[in-house]
């Protein structure tokens, strides 16, 4: 089977709420640039009906996650203005495949990032602000039985994110010690710190500026940047209330219906 046909199984298992099985059975185990050209295939069909891109999400930022999946560094998937969610909304849980909730910092760019080989001090002086955010994450592959070529073709299993009200500048709040608490239904289900996002989120977000940088489609002014778990990621089931904070820069709410 072909890229596209591959992209296509992809794309009819998200349009259908229908989860596929793996797809790495087409790829080599480790083919990461055949599955970001899947990836971009399917972006590329969602823009051309319509969607619009408004930034970028960074996955298996956990040391943890990446031994588990064999790899020695994150993956980004593509995020689409319809993907965010308002906060303290609730919407059907329909909307969502296999979903579960991870609690992150989001970062918004005041500037380009397109010199060669961005450093962490050219990545703070970047960010405008940063926010609380939960991303829903979810698989259009049945089960999650992925590996690395799956979860980056599909986007980086990516699903929703909400993002808090609170703009918060980077040297108001700590970005690697502050804190974080997720509760589902008012029990906590998750806590960590920027320590699980690489050691520090923001050493994410050089990552990804300089990949972005070597794919020849650098990071730019005003994207949304999902920097990474904080903490354990939690199973999202209908009618479920999340709520969550990070100390410094407040919380983030929402529910699922039936």
């Given amino acids: 089977m072909d890229i596209t046909a591959i992209a296509e199984q992809l794309f009819n298992a998200e349009k259908n709420k229908t989860a596929c099985a793996p797809i790495r059975t087409y790829l080599e185990e480790k083919d990461l640039a055949s599955a970001y050209k899947i990836q971009q295939l399917n972006i590329d ?4 009906q319509g969607a619009k891109t408004v930034g970028k999400k960074i996955g298996l930022t956990s040391f943890k996650v990446q ?22 909304s609730s919407f059907p849980y329909s909307l969502l495949m296999q979903p579960k909730a991870e609690t992150e910092i989001a970062f918004v760019l005041k500037e380009d990032l397109t010199a060669a080989k961005p450093t962490l001090e050219d990545i703070k002086n970047a960010i405008d602000y940063a926010v609380i955010a939960v991303e829903i994450v979810g698989s259009r592959i049945e089960n999650w039985n992925i590996s690395i070529t799956d979860t980056i073709a599909d986007n980086a299993s990516s699903s929703h994110f ?8 980077l040297d108001s709040f700590d970005v690697i010690n502050s804190p974080m608490e997720m509760h589902i239904n008012n029990q906590l289900v998750s806590t ?9 989120p923001l050493e994410a977000v050089v990552w990804l500026a300089n990949t972005m940088i070597a794919l020849g489609n650098p990071l730019k002014k005003g994207e949304i940047i999902l920097s990474g778990a904080l903490g354990p990621m939690a199973n999202l089931n209908p009618k479920d209330t999340v709520k969550a904070s990070i100390k410094g820069l407040g919380e983030v709410s929402f529910s699922t219906s039936a």
């Fill in 192 to 200: 960590g710190d920027g320590t699980s996002c690489l050691g520090n």
């Fill in 162 to 169: 909400i993002l808090g009200d609170k703009k918060v500048s």
């Fill in 67 to 88: 031994e588990q999946l064999g790899v020695d560094q994150p993956d980004f998937g593509i995020l689409l203005a319809t993907m965010q969610l308002q906060n303290k």
């Fill in 45 to 48: 069909k969602k823009v051309a």
